[in-house]
């Protein structure tokens, strides 16, 4: 009963993960809960589901709840519920009570560690604890990519150790050469250092990758950065790609953008003054509408995405 209650859940998780079936997935991870409700890594399993493909947050946080009943030492899963107090729940309370559970059970967790560092960086904004676990998750897996991604992240936004960002984003593009975002914000901190033209000829490969012609989060990013610091005559084009991406609903939430736009201001870009509103817009902190006046944004109309 046991064994096949664990196959049904393992055949769940492969629906949801590699295949995108998700109600034919609910109805294995059910079938197997019904067969074994005492199987943690199926509740555990559903429960991320739960959370992150259904938004079902009550009923995730019920059988993440249950999954630690039954696996209550786990690290993994008890910083898997740390992440979804704190970005589902809301909960940052709770959620830095169970990261620090999570790294009793484990302090050599890299994931943990990772999430732990961003958590203490953004939420309690204690920079120095967060570099030091950064840190120390790339000493035990340094080529964990969470950790180089955030950590690269966090010498960018916090420390504009621009340097030292690009050192570990070439690091990480290297280990995981097809991941949009860490081409995305290679391109980004080359441009923050002044590498204008290795930014635009990196662009121009990246941005034939398949993981950047989807409408994604690091393809807007990408367009963007070819509006702010692209040659003249390409601009248009960008700011076109980039309006149908927006059109479609993609944002680029809590990107650091300000230092983009402070560039083009001081090399006297012909379109200052909207680049601001722009990236407001980009990263959902201004409606699109406050482009209304803009006479370039008008004169690229999108064409659906399909």
Not at 127 to 144: D, F, N
Not at 271 to 286: I, N, R
């Amino acid at each position: 009963m046991r064994s096949r209650a664990r196959m049904l859940g393992r055949y769940a998780s492969f629906l949801e993960r590699f295949r995108g079936r998700y109600d034919l997935a609910e109805t294995y991870y059910r079938g197997a809960l019904a067969r074994d409700p005492e199987d943690a890594r199926t509740r555990w399993n559903y429960a991320v589901f739960l959370e992150t493909v259904r938004r079902r947050y009550d009923e995730a946080e019920k059988h993440y709840r249950a999954a630690l009943r039954l696996a209550p030492n786990s690290a993994a899963l008890l910083g898997d519920y740390a992440d979804f107090l704190e970005h589902a729940a809301g909960d940052v309370d709770r959620a830095e009570r169970y990261y620090r559970r999570a790294l009793e059970r484990d302090p050599f967790h890299p994931g943990n560690l990772t999430n732990y560092a961003t958590f203490l960086s953004e939420v309690r904004g204690e920079h120095g604890r967060a570099e030091a676990l950064y840190q120390r998750a790339l000493e035990v897996s340094p080529l964990h990519r969470n950790a180089l991604f955030k950590y690269a992240l966090f010498l960018t936004d916090v420390k504009r150790a621009y340097a030292d960002a690009e050192a570990l984003y070439r690091v990480a593009l290297e280990a995981y050469p097809g991941n949009g975002a860490i081409m995305a914000n290679l391109a980004g901190v080359l441009f923050l250092r002044g590498k204008a033209a290795e930014a635009l000829a990196l662009l121009e490969e990246f941005l034939e990758h398949p993981a950047l012609q989807r409408p994604t989060a690091d393809a807007a990013e990408c367009w963007f950065y070819l509006v702010v610091h692209g040659a003249d005559d390409e601009r248009p084009a960008a700011l076109a790609a980039l309006r149908r991406l927006l059109s479609a609903g993609v944002r680029s939430l809590g990107f650091q953008l300000g230092p983009h736009v402070a560039i083009a201001r001081e090399q006297g870009h012909p379109w200052a003054e909207w680049l601001g509103p722009l990236a407001a817009v980009l990263t959902d902190e201004e409606a699109p509408d406050v482009l209304d006046g803009w006479d370039a944004w008008a004169a690229v109309r999108p064409d659906p995405i399909h």
